[in-house]
């Protein structure tokens, strides 16, 4: 049974990462190069999307986490399981806290041009975005090893 959890938390963390590594690398990249009305249309479509979506996705990886270190609490890897937990809430808290107001007063535009105040917080969420990027794939190298170190023993 703990195999099935161990590939259902790494298949789910690890495409959460994937998506949030796609936006980051290549989706906001090109939305900058695109003229401000168009730019303004994707960029809201993109918030209310994954703004929808992704709450979810994060809140069941965290429980997958949480499940996978209940049931290898007795393993080798438990340390570096809680650090994993640790790091996925503090990033929940941080996006709630940062990015979501942020996501939110974008995906609730309603001109179809980005004002400089708008662009600027696209900016500022874009950087917060690429730090909970890495503290992600920090979170998901801590659950790999310590699955791995618990399968080890």
């Known amino acids: 049974m703990i195999l099935y959890l161990d590939i259902l938390t790494i298949l789910s963390v690890g495409l959460l990462i994937g998506t ?3 936006v980051s690398v290549f989706i906001n990249p090109v939305l900058w190069r695109l003229e401000d009305r168009a730019q303004a249309l994707a960029v809201k479509a993109f918030a209310k999307m994954l703004g929808t979506a992704m709450p979810f996705w994060y809140a069941g990886s965290f429980l997958l986490l949480i499940a996978e270190a209940v049931l290898r609490r007795a393993q080798a890897g438990f340390a570096l399981l809680i ?55 920090l979170a998901m190298v801590l659950l790999l090893v310590g699955v791995l170190r618990g399968a080890a023993v």
């Not at 105040?117 to 917060?128: C, L, M, N, P």
């Open 20 to 22: 949030e590594f796609a």
């Open 83 to 137: 650090a994993s937990c640790a790091l996925w809430a503090a990033v929940i808290v941080l996006t709630l806290l940062f990015l979501v107001p942020i996501n939110n007063r974008i995906s609730a535009l309603t001109d179809e041009v980005f004002s400089v105040e708008v662009k600027q917080a696209h900016r500022r969420w874009d950087t917060g975005h690429r730090m909970r990027v890495v503290a992600l794939a």
